[in-house]
């Protein structure tokens, strides 16, 4: 008998891509009835990390099947600055032609494919809906941030209808469905502030979500009960949510870092004793607020892994670069030398086999949703340090409504050009690192659960189970 094919359609972002993976990686070992596809875009913002990414996956006989579409060349409404995230839902909106010529030709006029049982679209695919319409299948959301920010983004169309408008910076405290408590408007993630697109575009993707036939979050119940029992009782019409995370790609590392010396490092530090630096894959300081850190960890006297990237040129939006010179040319003069003992800047780094070394005791953040499911799977607190994307709401909920993290900030954006003082770090690394820390004990428990969760009996893989069924039940 054919098996039922899932085609994923991510969003061209490796914090999507990998999870995305994941998550098709646990669906064919977990079920041997279901055959999978991933239909990878070129980023419209250039990059090598995709290509090396899916190529290690292809060469680790992993059973996906990669079709890598054409760069679609598309007319963007205006320049990718006004809003990042409007420039990228239009160049993926205009990939649904080659998206749905890509599975007549290599899905529904294969005889060696399974039978298309549905999509599975990316937050920011959401208009792939209607090429699963036009094939007359179902599509199923795969959500790769937390389930409160899935609220969010479903409360927007219901807000907008209400009230007619954006946000301001300046409405106040705001309370919004799925977060605890009231969120400042002035802390809300720059893309909800921006008025040319950025928040239209996500208001778009949260009406599209409500035409799914299902919402599956990388995140588990445990972490997030709040958000998920709002998702399921306080929205109507909203279709079933499935929490079936921490989905971490365990086994993998990319390609491109030179992980021994790093580790070796690592290896003669005492238990919990080194602080981890590490700031996503777009995460990058200018000068000034390099030295700030440097001056900071110094003053903290902790042990520190600093991962220390490149800021791209200023008027372009690209992942950052390596320092050639070991960062030499932004460090404060002499700060190498007198940190030798204690201390590593590295440029891209293993971060998971980072947390999961003993010897590590505390991680700054910016709060990807990846980096925090990483970091309470490997049981390390974060100090939240937030810096594009949704990732402000993530230290929020993180510090405030979880008390999972200690806080550097929660509101700052790479965009602001504020700084943060080496006083407020010092004094977040040593709160985080402090073994009598509240916070620690938590984030241990937290850590415990989200195996739990993943494991046989566990919530995640009972809502794993219901979503399998389902979408064998919904397939045509
Ligand atoms: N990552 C890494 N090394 C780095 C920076 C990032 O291994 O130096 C990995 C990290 O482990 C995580 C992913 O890249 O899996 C980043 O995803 P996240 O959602 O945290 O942030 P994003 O990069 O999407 O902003």
């Known amino acids: 008998m054919k098996k039922a094919e899932l085609v994923f359609i991510p969003a061209p972002a490796l914090g999507h891509l990998v999870p995305t993976v994941e998550f098709a990686k646990c669906l064919i070992q977990r079920d041997d009835r279901f055959s999978v596809t991933i239909l990878v875009m070129e980023s419209p913002l250039g990059g090598s990390a995709i290509p090396a990414f899916t190529k290690s996956i292809a060469e680790s006989n992993t059973p996906i099947r990669f079709i890598h579409l054409p760069l679609v060349d598309f007319s963007p409404s205006q320049e990718v600055h006004k809003s990042v995230e409007k420039f990228i839902t239009e160049s993926i909106d205009s990939h649904k032609a080659c998206v749905k010529e890509a599975i007549v030709k290599n899905v529904l006029s294969s005889s060696v494919s399974g039978s298309l049982a549905g999509l599975v679209i990316d937050m920011f695919c959401s208009s792939m809906v209607d090429v699963g319409n036009e094939l007359g299948v179902p599509s199923y959301l795969f959500y790769t941030s937390s389930a409160a920010f899935l609220g969010l983004m479903l409360y927007l169309p219901i807000r907008h209808a209400q009230v007619g408008r954006g946000f301001e910076e300046f409405d106040g405290d705001l309370v919004i469905p799925c977060y605890v408590n009231p969120i400042s408007s002035s802390g809300l993630p720059t893309v909800l502030l921006n008025k040319y697109g950025g928040y239209s575009s996500f208001l778009y993707h949260g009406r599209r979500f409500k035409e799914t036939k299902g919402l599956i979050v990388n995140t588990f119940e445990e972490l997030e009960s709040h958000a998920v029992k709002c998702l399921k009782n306080d929205f109507d019409n909203v279709p079933p949510v499935y929490t079936v995370g921490p989905l971490i790609d365990l086994e993998g590392e990319s390609d491109k870092l030179d992980s021994d010396e790093i580790m070796k490092w690592l ?56 320092y050639t010179s070991g960062a030499q040319e932004v460090l404060p003069k002499g700060f190498l030398e007198n940190t030798k003992e204690i201390g590593l800047v590295c440029g891209w780094a293993p971060q998971k086999q980072v947390l999961a070394h003993k010897s590590v005791g505390g991680f700054v953040s910016h709060c990807g949703w990846n980096s925090i499911l990483e970091s309470l799977w490997f049981g390390v607190p974060i100090v939240t340090w937030p810096m594009y994307a949704e990732q402000q709401l993530n230290a929020f909920q993180m510090v405030k409504d979880l008390g999972l993290a200690v806080e550097v900030r929660s509101d700052f954006r ?21 073994g009598e820390n509240e916070v620690r004990r938590r984030v241990k428990e937290r850590s415990e659960q989200s195996r739990l969760a993943v494991t046989e009996g566990g919530s995640s893989f009972a809502a794993f189970g219901r979503l399998i069924d389902e979408i064998l039940r919904n397939k045509p």
């Open 267 to 322: 290896d003669n530090k005492p238990d919990s004793s080194v602080v981890f630096l590490c700031f996503g894959s777009m995460g990058s300081f200018g000068e000034e607020q390099v030295k700030e850190i440097a001056s900071g960890l110094e003053q903290s006297g902790i042990r520190f892994l600093w991962s220390l990237r490149k800021p791209p040129p200023k008027d372009k939006i690209a992942e950052p670069n390596e």
């Open 414 to 434: 790479n965009t602001s050009g504020e700084v943060v003082l080496r006083d407020e770090i010092a004094r977040a690394i040593k709160s985080v690192m402090d």
